[in-house]
């Protein structure tokens, strides 16, 4: 069975860093493209950096230049390292694969890691 566990969010002041972290476990299937989403309080979930297993990467507008997510591929793990938080990146962070199966489930998310930025 396929897990994605997050760890890694907290409290930080405005400015500060944090680091998440994803692992994946029990896949049998290449891991495509690992993602990284949030979802703010009454909010929709929106996407916030991906990395394929090339390491191509794409960010959200909000996030370029403050943002970057990295993967180990012989880990299964996916990193997001944060800096200079602002209290608008307060959200639950999730974490989301996407497996290289022609057939069967391909999406996978993990439970989520809160972030909260105080100002």
């Given at each position: 069975?396929v897990?994605?566990?997050?760890?890694?969010?907290?409290?930080v002041q405005?400015?500060?860093?944090?680091?998440?972290?994803?692992?994946?476990?029990?896949?049998k299937?290449k891991?495509?493209t690992?993602?990284?989403y949030?979802?703010?309080p009454?909010?929709?979930?929106?996407?916030?950096?991906?990395?394929?297993?090339?390491g191509?990467?794409?960010?959200?507008d909000?996030?370029?230049?403050?943002?970057?997510?990295?993967?180990?591929?012989?880990?299964k793990?996916?990193?997001?390292?944060?800096?200079?938080?602002?209290?608008?990146?307060?959200?639950?962070?999730?974490?989301?694969i996407r497996?290289?199966?022609?057939?069967?489930?391909?999406?996978?998310?993990?439970?989520?890691?809160r972030?909260?930025?105080?100002?």
């Amino acid at each position: 069975q396929v897990q994605v566990v997050e760890s890694g969010g907290g409290l930080v002041q405005a400015g500060g860093s944090l680091r998440l972290s994803c692992a994946v476990s029990g896949n049998k299937n290449k891991i495509n493209t690992m993602n990284w989403y949030r979802q703010a309080p009454g909010k929709q979930r929106d996407l916030v950096a991906s990395i394929t297993s090339d390491g191509n990467t794409n960010y959200a507008d909000s996030v370029k230049g403050r943002f970057t997510i990295s993967r180990d591929n012989a880990l299964k793990t996916t990193y997001l390292q944060m800096n200079s938080l602002k209290p608008e990146d307060t959200a639950v962070y999730f974490c989301n694969i996407r497996l290289a199966v022609v057939f069967g489930k391909a999406d996978y998310w993990g439970q989520g890691t809160r972030v909260t930025v105080s100002s």
